[in-house]
């Protein structure tokens, strides 16, 4: 059953749609004998929305499988980042950490398919259309939350801090905080907004993950294969969705706030995980850096 037309408006265009392009991803993974993590809703959104409906949601819709420059390699971007961040939540709440703020939650359910202790808080934060839509599709799933879960609805390029302690957030207490695929379309000066805000909310013993281009791209990386297929058969130009301002210094003003602050390549988790994307020559992948964080004691 889709979402009444009205609800698709928050993932039918620009960043909305990659919202949904990462559910895709996520499904395909999901069914892979080998996922390195699973999302069992992932496949719901893709078919609720008319744009993404004929996408495909696990590997044997992918003729060219691993090959594929799109459902292979960036979706195996998406399944090893999932990966990744999903065991940073987890490691943060076997550190007694019982908050989790998920900015730009877009369509993930980690609130649904993660296994939180017993009175952890998962807030997430996004634009009420993509926040709409993704209500509609999981009421029609049935889904039962694995943890206390708040939706608050925010323009993150605005001050968000407001409706976030409105809806119960504690800032004496460590937060986890997640910013998975935000900050590449965030105007810089929104970047530095978050940041600051992230510093004032956290309580001691707080984490924070990002994800970030480190440098800009060359003109052969922005003419790779990834870029060009997702234009051509998604109809998401990443590059004109990606802000194109020099990007803050994030990390160093962290660690200028005594953060400690791990700065990894994809290829780091490649690398122990066995599976995810290698380098390749022209890399649409390459300046993508994860970044680890904790707040000082």
Known sequence: MRPAAGLNAGVAEGVG??????????????????????????????????????????????????????????GRYFGLRTRVLDEHLLDSVERDVRQVVLLGAGLDCRAFRLGWPPGCAVHEVDTAGVLAFKQAVLDGTRATPTAGRRTIAADLRLDWSEVLLN????????????????????????????????????AAGSTLAYEIKEIAESPRVRASPVYAAARQRLGIDLLALFDSEARPDSAGELTKRGWTVAVHTPYDFTARYGRGPRPEPDDALAANRWIFATAPA
């Open 17 to 74: 749609r990659t919202a949904l392009l990462v559910a895709a991803a996520r499904a395909i993974e999901t069914h892979r004998t080998d996922a390195l993590a699973r999302d069992p809703f992932a496949e719901h959104f893709v078919r609720a929305a008319p744009v993404s409906a004929g996408w495909p949601v696990r590997p044997e819709q992918v003729p060219a499988g691993e090959a594929d420059p799109l459902w292979g390699r960036l």
């Open 167 to 202: 809806a119960g957030f504690d800032p004496a207490a460590p937060t986890a905080w997640l910013a998975e695929g935000l900050l590449l379309y965030l105007p810089a000066a929104a970047e530095r907004r978050l940041m600051a805000t992230i510093g004032r909310l956290s």
